[in-house]
């Protein structure tokens, strides 16, 4: 990632004592057909907490997900968000203490990467004085200048339902409110796959027919999303990427295909392997639930679920807790 970094001499270095504490949710991206460009927020939340140091040192405490593998030092994601954001914001530390509580699990399609990045770029936001704070579009461009593509920062930043795009090198994205009888279920595996793996199974190019059905059942979903959740199951039919993905994360896509088999609109969350299904109603919500853990006890041997009902967040990343 390139920043535009001021000359040299001219960072600022933050005042020590500070200390912050950042809430971010997971997100589910592409929700079918909306491939690159819509994204979901869950309530399954990452928590950062940022202090800064007079000492010149890195202090890094790390729970949850990803505690026995992630790095502890200036090569973690976060160390090298906050330290990106800062430079473009003209500013520099003299030692941070970082408190990582992972709750999102790692390499299954639900932002885990994305709601690093986007903890660490507020936090450092947040950090700076006041007068030289940006906004959340500011936070979007440089998150999805990180990751690539807007659509699982987006709904970290914002919250509900964003829908998001790219004109050349600017980002940008806008959010619709979810209609409250949509309820998000996911069944995520305990396999991992990586975004870069199951993009490299993507074809360079599509069909226009394909194309059309894709973007007439991205249109629906929408719909579907915001107002009439009668319609998720042929809002969520995908003609780009899943089947393409599926060779990948066999045990997901029979899964899926179960579940839509069933009348559930059953999804790849992100690049996978976690399956979302978007439920109408808490009644539906259960029946989707009970279905995956039958489903799994007969059809994919060797492969353990976790199954969560969660709620589609509305706020996005918050600081809940400044000291200076």
Known sequence: METTQPAAGEFTTLAAGQQLTVRVPGTSANLGPGYDSLGLALSIYDTLTVETLDTGELEFELSGEGAETLPRDASHLVVRAINAALERLGFR????????DNVNPHGRGLGSSASA?????TAAN????????????????LTSEMEGHPDNVAPAIFGGLALSWQDSEQYSSTRADVDPRVVPVVAVPDYELSTETARGLLPAS?????????????ALLIHALTKAPEFLLPGTEDYLHQSYRAEAMQPSAALIAALRADGHAAVVSGAGPTVLALANGEEEAALVAARISAFAEGNTPGVSWRVMTLAVDVEGARVELHRR
């Not at 530390?93 to 990582?100: E, F, Q, R, V, W």
């Open 93 to 100: 530390h003299n030692g941070l203490k970082i408190t990582a």
């Open 206 to 218: 599509v069909g226009h027919h394909a194309a059309a059905m894709n973007s007439g059942r991205a």
């Open 126 to 141: 947040a950090l700076v004085p006041e007068d030289a704070r940006q906004g959340r579009e500011w936070i979007l461009q």
């Open 117 to 121: 990045v986007v903890a660490a770029v």
